[in-house]
């Protein structure tokens, strides 16, 4: 049963929740683009509906601030009832996205049909495609901004996650509000890791101002101005390496072939 | 410094690992199109070209088998060298993908220019989306296959991952080759989580044959047919939830709104 089939005899309108991907617009998929073109309107934060502006001509477009999601969640479910609606989400909605307060809210509400989830390239992609493959195979993802998780929870998650020997991706690494964190999470996994351990920090990734930086633990934590809120940073795992090319270097985590073949 | 820029005056070849989503092409980016596009050969496995089969026309196309992904980046690497190469992986190449096993030997044989990752929409992201929003923040990502990881090693992942109350999703949960692995993390699962929790299960997202299912721990202990490698398996966290609605059930997971706001 998908989504999008679902029966929906009584109502007019249809709202998509929409992965806009990591910034530019040849990021979106198909689906994506599809689902705006096909809505009268466009919903989102500025920085969002600014990295797709190109494709808003003709559209209701309504910009609504950062930490305003509860609010935009009830506006595009009351919208939805009558017309097509898109509320675009950086990334992929269904990661630190809009998909779950949409849900949230639409339950409370009570409207379950018409609604569409499109999935989008989330920033662990795209980050580790800029990287080179410093994921490759298992990883867990933690976000940083205690915002709606209190840290203590995120602490006992991020001991967790690094005793596991897996990379661990890190979205919302800093903020001007807790300028601390990033580094309390450097200092957790130098306790697990060893302190070469490869660290690859990309910041406005697919977007204006891209950077890429590899460097390692025992330097990101006692150096991060590079880290905000705009950067994805990824702490390797107990077998990623840096490889250090003629042009520049990247981060491969080996998958397990070497285990099983010669090459 | 994106790779895409690398300089790269003495070579006339390029390839791109590219991400080709779940699998229906509309859930191809933009940028993916792109490389296949400007690609003259296009490698990957049977499955993946066939479900990009309308991109290809016109295309050197190497078909190469499951398994054979240490030949199939050793094969991209050498035509690569004066051609343009688009080696396609499922979801996205740097999640249980290629980008990895092809950086692995681009080291071993010393070439570093005209490498590019395009990410892609991973299996993850694909089945939230389908199953309403199961992840919504943290959470950690486990393939059960055991062909390139030993079992004690993803045993003690899976223990550690449950015990950090945060959504876990379950890549090749079950081949015919370990038919007992996806029982047994169902079970260690319900050592860390109450037998209610929400499970969904999602087969052939976005192909022929999609199906989507909402379950719960104890139900998918006891009773998983409906689990294969096509399919991808999500366990629900501490705060997961089943929404019943009037159209079928889906997965919420609160990304911690209601701590801080009323709706």
Redesign the interface.
Known sequence: ???SQ???PDKKGRLYIV?I??G????????A??AIRASEYVIGSGTYLDMIASLLDGKRVIRSGMGR??ER??ESLELSRESTVAVVSGG?????GM???????A??MGI??NIE??????A???S???L????????????LSD???PWD??R??LC??F????PVVLYNPRSRGRPGRFREAMELALKARPPGTPVGIVRNAYREG???IVTTLEKAAVSHDDVDMHTTVIVGGEESRI?R????E?I??????????E?
Chains 1, 2 share one sequence.
């Open positions: 049963m998908e989504m679902l029966p929906s992965g991907g990591p530019s617009v040849e990021q979106l998929t198909g689906a683009l599809k999601e509860v969640a009830h992929d909605p269904g990661i630190y998909a779950g307060i949409v849900l949230e809210v339950e409370k379950a049909a989830v499109i999935p989008g390239v989330t662990a992609s795209a580790a495609a800029l080179g493959s410093p994921l490759s195979g298992d990883y867990v993802s933690i976000s915002l709606l998780t929870i995120i006992k998650r967790l996650a005793s596991m020997g897996v891209e950077q890429v490889w090319t003629g042009n520049g990247r491969i985590t080996p998958r397990g072939y070497h285990r099983k073949y090459y």
